[in-house]
């Protein structure tokens, strides 16, 4: 049989604690087909986060920035959850207290089936006005995909993705539940982020400081490596199974 690339003392600690703490980034959905940010051939090696992922940029250019998210919404609602996505959801059916802290927008850990999640970059299967602030309808954005600005149907408004961007404040209710649930865990996972987007980034040293131990899952090893308990190199879809696998025969 292969060695798992975790250690024995990941797999007690995840089978007894009874406070949890997980923290996602773009890697766990790389292997449902939604590209990554910052590797080779990441949304960002495409496009300058600086043109479309900005509050400036989408004033300048509303309609380009419409289309690019409209596009990414279509690919998101096209790509299916995978067992990564899926192991969350047992892990967190085992314990009493759960937190799924997820940077991603793609809406697949919600489409899985895990409940207690925090979003703190939003959601792209959400959209709102940027002057009345009334939620839009999924067709809302569709003018954007022919070249026409999508405009809010009672205001006239520009519609923007519900996203957070560069220099946006974090929703505050999902930012603080974050928080105190990195503060409260007695483990703290952090898979498939690069770890260099804040606060996000800190969430896995807030945990370490308040006593979890804290494992990272990840195809290299990431910005906060160095201070963490454990860094398991490999595939979310693939360990992430094989981890609970080993934890439900504990
Ligand atoms: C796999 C895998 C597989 C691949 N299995 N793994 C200077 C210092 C510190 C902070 C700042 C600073 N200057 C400005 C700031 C603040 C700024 C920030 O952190 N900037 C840094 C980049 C320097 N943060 C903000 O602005 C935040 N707001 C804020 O702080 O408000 C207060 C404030 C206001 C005003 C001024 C200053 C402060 C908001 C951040 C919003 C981030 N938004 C985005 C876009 C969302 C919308 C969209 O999707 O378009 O969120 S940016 C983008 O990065 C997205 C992601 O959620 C986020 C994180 O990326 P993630 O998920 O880590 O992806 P990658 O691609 O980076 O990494 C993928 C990883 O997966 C890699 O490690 C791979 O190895 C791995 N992998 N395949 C396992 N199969
Ligand atoms: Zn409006």
Redesign the pocket.
């Known amino acids: 049989m292969a060695t798992q690339p975790f250690s024995d003392e990941l797999v007690d600690r995840l089978a007894h604690a009874r406070h949890i703490a997980v923290l996602t ?4 959905s ?2 449902s087909g939604i590209p ?4 080779p051939g ?1 949304l960002w090696q495409q496009f300058k ?1 600086e043109e479309l ?1 900005n509050v400036n940029a989408f004033v300048r250019n509303p309609q380009l920035v419409q289309a690019w998210y409209l596009h990414r919404r279509k690919l998101a609602l096209e790509t299916m959850p995978n067992p ?1 996505h899926q192991a969350l959801v047992a892990l967190e059916e085992r314990v009493p207290d759960f937190l799924l802290i997820t ?3 793609d809406n697949l850990h919600q489409r899985a089936g895990s409940k207690k999640i925090a979003e703190l ?2 959601n ?1 299967t959400r959209s709102y006005c940027i002057d009345c602030g009334r939620e839009a309808n999924d067709a809302a954005m569709e003018p954007a995909a022919s070249g026409s600005i999508a405009l809010c149907s009672a205001c006239g408004g520009y519609i923007r993705p519900d ?8 929703p505050q209710d999902a930012i603080r539940e974050a928080n105190d649930a990195a503060r409260r865990a007695e483990v703290f996972l952090s ?11 800190g969430l896995p040293l807030t945990a370490r400081q308040g006593g979890a131990y804290v494992a990272e ?4 090893a ?1 910005a906060i490596a160095r201070y963490i308990d454990e860094v398991v190199l490999g ?3 693939i360990v992430l199974p094989a981890l609970l696998d080993a934890i439900q025969k504990r």
């Open positions: 980034g773009a890697g766990i790389a292997e990554t940010f910052r590797d990441g986060p992922a990564g940077q991603n927008v970059h939003g792209i996203v957070v961007w560069f220099g946006e404040m974090l898979i498939g982020t690069s770890a260099v987007v804040y606060p996000a980034a899952i990840n195809v290299e990431s595939k979310a879809g």
